[in-house]
């Protein structure tokens, strides 16, 4: 495996644990009937909250192959949902018009409780490392908490943070944060939003208002809506993610705490159903622990490598 695949092993050893242990009980009977396999396929990738119509297409995708007399017809299940899964998620990972226009605006949005914030430091920190200027605009101003998270995980990745007094408009800060990022030449902006739910309608309209103040500075701005998800909400994240994208024109997903949830399914069906691509992934707590999403290693650390 690729150093970048064993670093995804590791973080997904518990995410796939759903699915792996679920396709190795399929095969400790002797001689299961490929029926009996692809029924309990099924709910292996249930219980791994595939969801019901991304669990149909990979149990279609396992239900043509054609295993040689004496195979090992594990290994070729595995092979053909390792297929089918790269297939799902390609076109996942960073986008790759990023920092063609600078500075690059990426407009991060979620439900509270998400790990919205520490993403943001997370990228910030990660765009610093790869010597770009980065500025975070802190357009939540209704948790007073808020700056003060974003100032401690900006001071670790030393980045500046441009803020106004609690309860200023959020457009204003983000007008203002991005006129600083353009007048300082800087590369990237990340602009931190308050948390919200869904359902709130003029919480969502905020988040319309805040994406045409900055294009009033920036024609081309945002150039990226970011959605941070916690992958431990499974199921429940797609009508966020719907939500979200109808207020808002999601264009990524940064999908958090993937290392702590047995169901790593949630990828396939948000990728499945919604068509956004996931950018990140949570796999630690660490500052290093966002990552950009690779499609091989998370079929490999999902599924496990095949028995040779």
Do not use: Y
């Not at 009937?33 to 119509?53: F, K, M, S, V």
């Not at 070729?76 to 390609?90: M, T």
């Not at 209704?142 to 106004?164: D, H, K, M, T, Y």
Request: proline share 5%; hydrophobic share 45%; with cysteine.
């Amino acid at each position: 495996m690729s150093p970048v695949s064993i670093a995804w092993a590791a973080g997904l050893s518990r995410a796939g644990r759903s699915l792996r242990d679920g396709i190795n009980r399929l095969f400790t009977a002797a001689g299961p009937d490929r029926g009996a396999i692809l029924d309990g396929l099924e709910t292996a990738l249930l219980e791994a909250d595939a969801g019901p119509d991304t669990a149909a297409d990979l149990v279609e995708a396992v239900r043509s192959v054609r295993i040689p007399e004496g195979g090992d017809e594990a290994a070729a299940v595995r092979v053909a949902l390792k297929e089918r899964i790269r297939e799902l998620l390609a076109g996942c990972g960073p986008d790759p018009s990023a920092f063609r226009e600078k500075p690059w605006v990426v407009l991060v949005v979620g439900v509270n409780g998400t790990g919205k914030t520490t993403t943001i430091g997370k990228l910030a920190h990660r765009f610093a490392a790869e010597g770009r200027k980065t500025v975070i605009a802190a357009a939540d101003t209704f948790r007073p908490a808020a700056n003060e998270q974003l100032a401690v995980w900006a001071g670790r990745a030393g980045v500046p943070v441009i803020s106004q007094k609690p309860g200023a408009d959020p457009a204003s800060v983000a007008f203002d944060a991005l006129d600083h990022a353009v007048r300082h030449g800087a590369d990237a902006l990340l602009v931190d939003t308050a948390g919200r739910l869904q359902t709130k309608v003029n919480l969502m309209e905020e988040l319309r208002k805040i994406r045409r103040v900055i294009a009033k500075r920036m024609p081309s701005a945002p150039h990226e809506t970011l959605l941070v998800m916690d992958a431990t909400t499974g199921q429940n994240g797609l009508a966020q993610a719907r939500q979200f994208t109808e207020a808002a024109g999601v264009t990524g997903i940064a999908l958090t705490k993937l290392d702590g949830t047995a169901r790593g399914g949630v990828v396939l069906a948000i990728r499945r159903t919604l068509g956004i691509p996931i950018r990140w992934a949570g796999l630690g707590e660490g500052i290093e622990d966002l990552r950009p999403f690779d499609a091989e290693a998370f079929s490999e650390g999902i599924l496990g490598e095949e028995r040779q």
